[in-house]
């Protein structure tokens, strides 16, 4: 079956620091990959997406791009801020054919908290 | 901007006893989704419900789980006879239905603690 691994956390970082999280999976097919990041107190929310191999999807500073030659999706970003603390859930929803209802794969999440 | 919302934030109950989790999802999606996640592992798939009825579910969610949409808004999760395996937190989604791609959007969920 599909699944997402992702590197252990939690992640502690200065602010103005490069982030990396990374994101391997597995799957049959060809999935489509996404991050999302909960705040505290808030639910999951969509950050990036990407749908095909070597997309790249970018928002708000971070970005991730899609590698099937090495299964991964690592999300960076080249200078966190103290309000980029939250919990990264790195996703995968299946698109091997048949009827999908659009059911999501997660990783465990890793917390990042980044000190002024 | 509408949100999903999920209450209650928490809920405590003892082996054995029923509980009803609740969300209300965004008004005009169409699936309906609750995941789950015990502290420190991963979020889990439970199911997907579609049309009324339930469109697919995972291995976890076993006889002991049901969901409905009563009313055209709500949309609940219970779970009739809890275990202490069940503390988790549950997270409910819902999106539109006119792509596959469609952002799934979370509530903030409701803590299950079962004693």
């Known amino acids: 079956g599909n699944s997402v691994t992702q590197m252990e956390g939690p992640v502690t970082l200065s602010e103005e620091a490069f982030l990396t999280i990374n994101c391997t999976y597995t799957a049959t097919g060809y999935p489509s990959l996404f991050w999302y990041v909960q705040y505290p107190g808030e639910g999951l929310q969509l950050l990036l997406k990407?749908?095909?191999?070597?997309d790249k999807g970018s928002n708000k500073g971070f970005e991730a791009t899609y590698r099937k030659e090495t299964t991964s999706f690592h999300l960076e970003k080249g200078s966190v801020q103290v309000s980029d603390s939250a919990v990264y859930f790195c996703a995968l929803k299946g698109n091997a054919g048949g009827t999908s209802y659009g059911k999501l794969t997660f990783g465990q999440g890793t917390i990042l908290t980044v000190h002024p | 901007e509408p949100e999903v919302t999920q209450t209650p934030s928490h809920q405590v109950t003892q082996m054995g006893q029923e509980v009803i989790l609740r969300c209300v999802p965004i008004s005009n999606h169409l699936y309906f989704y609750w995941y789950r996640q015990i502290l420190g592992q991963k979020v889990e798939f439970l199911v997907s419900?579609?049309?009324?009825?339930?469109?697919?579910k995972s291995e976890i969610f076993d006889d002991q789980f049901s969901v409905e949409r009563p009313d055209g808004s709500n949309f609940t999760l219970k779970i009739r006879s809890t275990k202490l395996e069940d503390s988790a937190m549950y997270f409910c989604a819902s999106r539109t239905g006119t792509s596959d791609y469609n952002e799934q959007f979370f509530g903030p969920g409701t803590r299950l603690t079962v004693l």
């Open positions: 419900f579609y049309n009324n009825e339930i469109s697919e």
């Open positions: 990407a749908t095909k191999a070597d």
